[in-house]
């Protein structure tokens, strides 16, 4: 994979982490305080550089999920009208 700037003027190494959140809606300040926790604590804990770091979310929601079977388990099971 190769990420590229897209005109943001960051400098990434050859070596970067690439994080993708599946998650339910959050608020913009929920979704900045979690990408400022997750690139700091890689940088305090691991030393890695913060330009090197990219979080992406994907939002969905209930309807979004089937286990197994064609089934949406989250759902709640819709009775026949008859």
Request: no cysteine.
């Amino acid at each position: 994979m190769h990420i590229l700037d897209t005109g943001l003027g960051v400098e990434r190494l050859t070596r970067y982490l690439v994080i993708t959140v599946i998650t339910r809606p959050r608020t913009t300040a929920q979704k900045q305080a979690f990408y400022r926790r997750v690139v700091d604590r890689l940088h305090d804990e691991l030393g890695m550089r913060k330009e090197d770091v990219m979080v992406s979310m994907v939002q969905n929601t209930d309807e979004d999920w089937s286990f197994f079977g064609g089934d949406a388990q989250f759902l709640p099971v819709l009775q026949a009208p008859w």
